[in-house]
């Protein structure tokens, strides 16, 4: 019961009120009904039913189409509303004009009041009145004279170039617009049953890792616990929450611009250990570069319980997703011949763009070129690699902070000695 065709709608209209005026014993002749806007009526005795707006229908914007998925949209009808303005028109340029106009707008609406709703069967003197193309998908429209205020009709007319001219307002409604057609099918349900989680849906409260750096001057390193979690490659993180026990466990891992979170795969050592799970940041994220940035961490838990008729169930549920940070990994040597070398990264990609900044103490660097850097420049070699001179001015023996930023997540606290 859905049409992609809106001008069978108004050849509907248009065949409704044809049919009637000419029936009427008070018909002129000739007779011209049409679709054409007021200001396009050309031709003596004629009738213009103009589509000149719609809108959806806001009682079926939330429906549930039996047969439809809800998603996505494409797949369900749109409901309109669509608005006519029925005008007629006479050649005729002394007062029977006018009069004639007035009788051909009173047949028009007695046609439209006297057939409020256009299905199937209405019929009129052996002629189908809904359009052929709309018969047979149980279409229904049904026309309703609106009620516009005095002042609106006259500023309908007075915004454009014509004449005012008596007009009547109509609303067609519902017309369904036809939705695509869906690609797959749900399968039918063959047995039911109430499927509990014993121990609860698994949810994530939160994650943490340790960062671990040495301050010049100081022998023992200090350990710090980072939450959320900002761990380079190689770091173990652990996100913690509840319901995380008692089956399989999977970490599910969503990136920057990514559509759907990916497992993360074995090489990053899943486990658990009551609400917490541990996982080290591995060189892939399923067979993507990890590279730094903002992450999420979701667990997907699957348990296997026998049920009361002694079958294996096997449930799968995933939790909710947690905010984490791989930060770049970065280790620093040098100088030589001025220049400092920092291994670890990733500081570059060639399938995805990466935005690397360095700093030293509170001065941002400048890139520069590979191998021909000037005081106060870095430059990324590769994307384990990068090189930076220290800014003109340092002063010899102080120990300077250096800060490497890599698409917005920074490494863990390192530095130099100036010479």
């Known amino acids: 019961m859905a049409l992609l065709d809106l001008s069978r709608v108004t050849r509907t209209l248009v065949t409704l009120v044809r049919e009637t005026i000419t029936a009427s014993p008070a018909s002129p002749a000739p007779l011209v009904v049409t679709s054409l806007p007021p200001d396009k009526l050309t031709e003596d005795n004629s009738v213009g039913i103009y589509l000149y707006h719609l809108s959806e229908e806001a009682a079926v914007k939330n429906q549930p189409w039996r047969g439809r998925p809800d998603t996505p949209i494409r797949f369900s009808p749109l409901g309109l509303n669509l608005h006519y303005v029925v005008t007629a028109f006479s050649t005729a340029l002394d007062e029977h004009g006018p009069y004639r106009e ?15 709703v256009i299905d199937d069967a209405t019929e009129l003197f052996g002629v189908k009145i809904l359009d052929p193309l709309l018969i047979g998908d149980e279409n229904k429209l049904r026309v309703s004279l609106r009620h516009v205020p005095v002042s609106e009709a006259v500023s309908y007319w007075t915004a454009g170039s014509h004449a005012l001219r008596l007009s009547a307002y109509y609303e067609v409604s519902v017309v369904l617009l036809e939705p695509e057609e869906p690609t797959a099918a749900r399968g039918r349900v063959l047995s039911w049953g109430v499927e509990t989680f014993i121990g609860g849906l698994p949810r994530l409260t939160g994650s943490r ?3 671990r750096f ?3 001057g100081e022998a023992t390193a200090r350990a710090i616990e980072v939450q959320p979690a900002q761990a380079a490659i190689g770091d173990e993180v652990v996100v913690f929450g509840t319901g995380l026990g008692g089956g399989t466990l999977e970490v599910l891992v969503r990136g920057p611009g990514w559509s759907d979170a ?9 486990s658990g250990a009551g609400d917490r799970v541990f996982f080290t ?3 892939l994220i399923d067979a993507v570069a990890t590279l730094p940035g903002a ?3 979701a667990v997907r838990l699957t348990r296997t319980t026998t049920g009361s008729d002694g079958r294996a169930h096997t449930t799968t549920v995933s939790s909710n997703e947690t905010p984490f940070q791989i930060a770049p990994a970065v280790a620093i040597t040098g100088p030589v011949a001025g220049v400092y070398t920092v291994t670890g990264g990733r500081f570059s990609d060639p399938t995805t763009p990466v935005v690397t900044r360095v700093s030293v103490a509170a001065l ?6 590979p191998g021909a850097l000037n005081p106060g420049e870095f430059a990324v070699g590769s994307a384990r690699e990068l090189t930076f001179v220290l800014p ?3 002063p010899p023996g102080a120990h300077l902070p250096v800060r490497v930023i890599v698409n917005g997540s920074e490494s863990a606290p390192a530095w130099v000695q100036v010479p």
């Open 102 to 116: 007035q009788q051909l707008m009173g047949l028009a609406v007695k046609a439209l009041h006297d057939y409020p």
């Open 214 to 216: 040495t301050i010049p």
């Open 295 to 297: 992450y999420t961490a």
């Open 364 to 369: 941002v660097l400048t890139a520069g070129t």
């Open 392 to 394: 003109a001015g340092a």
């Open 209 to 211: 890792n340790t960062v």
């Open 281 to 283: 940041v591995a060189e």
């Open 262 to 270: 990916v497992a993360v795969g074995p090489a990053w050592g899943v």
